[in-house]
T-cell receptor
């Protein structure tokens, strides 16, 4: 594959429903990040996966948010009981591990989530 | 706590004019800083990183630890430089803190 892919590209849901967002990183990239970008704001770190290590969940805003990653491949971000303030673009990025020189993040196109 | 500030939401310049996008950071450790760019309808992508001391598309950025700044500069802006620019700080070895971004508009 050419790069990081995300699905769906757009998701409209009703308040209170659960949503699942998917990210396929670049093959061989052991590091995977999820970010949230609200309108007019910067990228907000959510969670970080590195190989088989325990994920860094320190950026998850509430217990309604969770994420999983299967080995070093696909990751899913799940938001339960969605609220209107969850409306944002959710970006996934992957990178090689190692020194800073390798830490270029490759971003997916994002999933635009709208909670009505 | 770590923080990245980009004070300008929008910067408009004429083609051929110099441009400087400001970035200030706050971090108690040794900073590693990056500039990412997002062109219209494209993905966010790395522009340059301070550790490489590189010039990409005519852009340079110098880390000034005294002023805690990492401003992005280009002597002669081109219309194709119009995009969103994000300054990012790598901290705790594996996490990135992004600024809120500056939209650069280069007018013909």
């Amino acid at each position: 594959g050419a790069g990081v892919s995300q699905s769906p590209s757009n998701k409209v849901t009703e308040k209170g429903k659960d949503v699942e967002l998917r990210c396929d990183p670049i093959s061989g990239h052991t590091a995977l990040y999820w970010y949230r970008q609200r309108l007019g704001q910067g990228l907000e770190f959510l969670i970080y996966f590195q190989g088989n290590s325990a994920p860094d969940k320190s950026g998850l805003p509430s217990d309604r948010f969770s994420a999983e990653r299967t080995g070093e491949s696909v990751s899913t971000l799940t938001i339960q009981r969605t609220q209107q303030e969850d409306s944002a673009v959710y970006l996934c990025a992957s990178s090689l591990a190692g020194g800073v020189a390798l830490r270029e993040q490759f971003f997916g196109p994002g999933t635009r989530l709208t909670v009505l | 706590a770590q923080r990245v500030t980009q004070p300008e939401k929008l910067l408009s310049v004429f083609k051929g004019a110099p441009v400087e996008l400001k970035c200030n950071y706050s971090y108690s450790g040794s900073p590693e800083l990056f500039w990412y760019v997002q062109y219209s309808r494209q993905r966010l992508q790395l522009l340059l990183r301070h550790i490489s001391r590189e010039s990409i598309k005519g852009f340079t950025a110098d880390l000034n630890k005294g002023e805690t700044s990492f401003h992005l500069k280009k002597p002669f802006a081109q219309e194709e430089d119009s995009a969103m620019y994000y300054c990012a700080l790598l901290y705790n070895f594996n996490k990135f803190y992004f600024g809120s971004g500056t939209k650069l508009n280069v007018k013909p």
